[in-house]
């Protein structure tokens, strides 16, 4: 299939009529979300996927601004025929709270002043990035939402939706992230917000009133930041040792190598793009950021009941592996159905804007939902409670089946019959069906996933569910050997 881009897209804005409590107890008022949307909602809105962008990410996740000539960020990912399929899903991102894509943060103006906020902006935190979405959300008429995800900073608000709001996620896809930020991760971010402060032109944060901006202190904070979302690999790939516009080291202090001229523009581009002081707030949410509770992940994420899919990068050395191992061990401990995928990446922390052909795979078969419709035999041999064993014996050999369900003349499930159970009734010298179905039957719908339905069957040890309506009339049935034959062709 073509995989195509959603075209030409708009920022779109939305205002918060009520003033925001934060985690801190301070309060904003007049908060506008900068959003962006593709797809459609469906008529049941059971089909939004909510975007959440990293440290300089914005709302624009896919498509073209007009006359722009890069696409959003995570154009690899959404649009026809990508995992986040716009044709299928309503695909939701907004630029986080405190930032300066639109949505309120430190350059917008105080209320309160009529001035820009600067350093009067409240420190924020992860939660109150998600608790303004969850607003927009809602703002939708979304009860749940389908799918959440996001790397690094956008994965720490994907856990906290998990914590926050575990009833409106269905799932949920947590990338190169952490469930508390650790000490390198704070030490880095404080390099950077020292860096910028220490710049003149931060002048006590300030700046807007001036002309001046820190440029030389973001530029600084962003090569130290850039240098972490790389690997030792990728570098020597992308440079090895090769010298900038010269032939050969000119033993004086000016710029020799690649790397160093590579790192001078990764540095001017970001000041052009990006406000200092939404830098120093957005960091100091990421040094915040821990869900544990007492030092307990289990207890922090025991709220979450979404699927979860936990994905981290080889070569990350900023949110190492271990991280994501932390969130998967603290989800199974919770009995979360969690799975857990790794990519195979010499781009160090940015594979998750870089990874296009795993990243897709791993998340469109994430979020593929084959449905019990789609397997169950309709076909079934079923027995009612008058029945004695010896009929049931029989329907079993004749039909080669292992379980009977037991159903009233009108096909309401009332229990089950098993070959266990016959041979129970063997050593109980039982005679009638009723003293030995299992009268509590565990069944199923046809709508519910197989993923779902895998998890119960493993949970209850059991091979076998009934498929029954919303009045408990028999549609068909389920076996393990239907999953596993289905899993040989995925
Ligand atoms: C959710 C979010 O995270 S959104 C934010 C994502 N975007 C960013 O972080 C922007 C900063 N950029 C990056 O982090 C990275 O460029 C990525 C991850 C987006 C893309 O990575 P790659 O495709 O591998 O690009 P790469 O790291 O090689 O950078 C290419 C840039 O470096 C420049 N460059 C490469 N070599 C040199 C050099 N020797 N001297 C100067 N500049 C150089 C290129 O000209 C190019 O410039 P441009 O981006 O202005 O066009
Ligand atoms: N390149 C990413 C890395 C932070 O996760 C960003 O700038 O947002």
């Known amino acids: 299939m073509k995989k195509e881009s959603v075209g030409i897209v708009e920022t779109k804005y939305f205002d918060i009529a009520d003033t925001i409590k934060l985690e801190s107890g301070k309060t904003l008022s007049n908060v506008t979300v900068a959003y962006e949307t593709y797809g459609e909602l469906n008529k049941e809105k059971n089909n939004a996927v909510l975007i959440c962008h990293a440290l300089s990410g914005d709302a624009h996740a896919a498509g073209w601004h007009k006359g722009d000539k890069k696409p959003g960020w ?13 044709r ?14 639109g949505t309120t943060g430190p350059a917008s103006i105080n209320p309160e002043t009529g001035k820009q906020y600067g350093t009067d902006f409240p420190v924020i935190t992860i939660k109150d990035m998600v608790n303004v979405q969850k607003i927009l959300v809602d703002s939708f008429g979304i009860d749940k939402l389908a799918a959440v995800i996001g790397g690094s900073m956008g994965g720490m608000q994907v856990m906290q939706w998990l914590v926050s709001y575990p009833e409106m996620v ?4 947590p990338i190169a992230t952490t469930a508390r930020s650790s000490p390198q991760q704070i030490a880095f971010n404080e390099v950077g917000r020292q860096s910028i402060v220490a710049d003149p032109d931060w002048a006590g944060g300030n700046y807007y009133e001036t002309g001046k901006v820190p440029k030389n202190g973001l530029s ?14 990728s570098m020597y790939l992308k440079f090895g040792r090769d010298l900038q516009d010269k ?76 991280h994501s191992m932390d969130i998967l061990t603290a989800l199974q401990a919770n009995d979360v159905e969690v799975s857990f995928s790794e990519l195979k990446s010499s781009y160090g922390h940015d594979a998750f804007l870089l990874e296009k052909g795993q990243l897709n795979y791993i998340v469109s078969r994430f979020l593929a939902d084959n449905v019990v419709e789609d397997l169950m035999r309709t076909d079934v041999i079923t027995i ?79 091979s076998c569910l009934p498929v029954v309506d919303d009045d408990l009339i028999l549609q068909g049935i389920i076996t393990t050997d239907q999953i596993s034959h289905l899993i040989s062709y995925i």
């Not at 299928?88 to 894509?101: P, T």
């Not at 009977?404 to 096909?411: F, Q």
Request: charged residues 30%; hydrophobic residues 40%.
């Open 74 to 86: 995570w154009e690899i990912l959404i649009g026809p025929g990508k995992a986040l399929d716009s």
């Open 88 to 101: 299928k899903y309503f695909i939701i991102c907004s630029n986080v709270l405190g930032g300066c894509k």
């Open 170 to 173: 269905k799932k949920a896809i």
């Open 220 to 233: 600084v904070a962003r090569m130290v930041a850039h240098i972490t979302y790389l690997s030792d690999e």
């Open 247 to 322: 032939e050969e080291v000119t033993y004086d202090l000016s710029m020799d190598f690649q790397v160093e001229s590579y790192l001078h523009h990764q540095g001017a581009s970001f000041v052009k793009r990006f406000d200092a002081n939404s830098y120093l707030y957005i960091t100091k949410a990421i040094d915040l950021f821990d869900l544990s509770i007492n030092n307990s992940l289990i207890d922090g994420l025991s709220p979450v009941k979404a699927k979860v899919e936990v994905v981290s990068v080889d070569s990350d050395w900023l949110y190492p592996t271990e």
């Open 384 to 462: 009612t409670e008058k029945a004695q064993v010896e009929e049931a014996a029989r329907l079993m050999l004749d039909n080669q089946v292992t379980h009977l369900p037991v159903v009233t003349d009108d096909k309401k499930l009332i229990g089950i019959v098993t070959s266990w159970d016959l041979s129970k009734s063997i050593a109980t010298d039982s005679k009638d069906l009723m003293d030995i179905m299992t009268k509590t039957v565990k069944f199923c719908k046809a709508e519910d996933t197989i993923e779902e339905i895998s998890h119960k069957m493993k949970k209850f040890d059991i």
